[in-house]
T-cell receptor, first 110, second 112 residues
Framework: GDSVTQMEGPVTLSEEAFLTINCTYT??????LFWYVQYPGEGLQLLLK?????DKGSNKGFEATYRKETTSFHLEKGSVQVSDSAVYFC?????????FGTGTSLTVIP | EAGVTQSPTHLIKTRGQQATLRCSPI?????VYWYQQALGLGLQFLLW???????NRGNFPPRFSGRQFPNYSSELNVNALELEDSALYLC???????????FGPGTRLTVL
């Protein structure tokens, strides 16, 4: 069935380091892909999304490219900040259903 | 603009009881989604309502049910509670045809 697999955490980085959180998916058809972020004490919020192959979603310095050939949607940021500490969820929508990954916890230390 | 609200924040029940969780979507949003976030399992899709109708449900037993009211708010009912139902229950809303979901803060259900 359809599913999302993202790298397990926790991930700890120093400020200004490069971030990659891997996400791969299995889906029939042509899903839309999302990254959601959950900051401490807050609800999930959409970070970025891409709706078709080769689309690049971007927001707040984060980017992810919809790669159909590798069924991936890896999240990247060139220089992380302490304020980026949060849990990141990769998700896909196919048909009438959403599938979320298990989340990757990121801690950025000064 | 007010966000998605959920009540109660916390709910403690004993095994075999029933729990009712409530969700109010963002104004103008007609779709409501329910998810279960159990420790280490990510978000598991439970139910999707749109325009008062159940559009889809995830792989959960029938004791998980719900409804959507004419004002688009929604209720999730869990009957015959089991210990493994302890989790954070998240509600999200969207305005079709957009597929962006906006999440509420969740209801923490603890089954003793």
């Amino acid at each position: 069935g359809d599913s999302v697999t993202q790298m397990e955490g926790p991930v700890t980085l120093s400020e200004e380091a490069f971030l990659t959180i891997n996400c791969t998916y299995t889906a029939t058809g042509y899903p839309s892909l999302f990254w959601y972020v959950q900051y401490p004490g807050e609800g999930l919020q959409l970070l970025l999304k891409a709706t078709k192959a080769d689309d690049k979603g971007s927001n707040k310095g984060f980017e992810a490219t919809y790669r159909k050939e590798t069924t991936s949607f890896h999240l990247e940021k060139g220089s992380v900040q302490v304020s980026d500490s949060a849990v990141y969820f990769c998700a896909l929508k196919t048909g009438n259903q959403f599938y979320f990954g298990t989340g990757t916890s990121l801690t950025v230390i000064p | 603009e007010a966000g998605v609200t959920q009540s109660p924040t916390h709910l403690i029940k004993t095994r075999g009881q029933q729990a009712t969780l409530r969700c109010s979507p963002i104004s103008g949003h007609t779709s409501v989604y329910w998810y279960q976030q159990a420790l280490g399992l990510g978000l598991q899709f439970l139910l999707w309502y749109d325009e008062g109708e159940e559009r889809n449900r995830g792989n959960f037993p029938p004791r998980f049910s719900g409804r959507q009211f004419p004002n688009y708010s929604s209720e999730l009912n869990v009957n015959a509670l089991e210990l493994e139902d302890s989790a954070l229950y998240l509600c999200a809303s969207s305005r079709p045809p957009t597929d962006t979901q906006y999440f509420g803060p969740g209801t923490r259900l603890t089954v003793l």
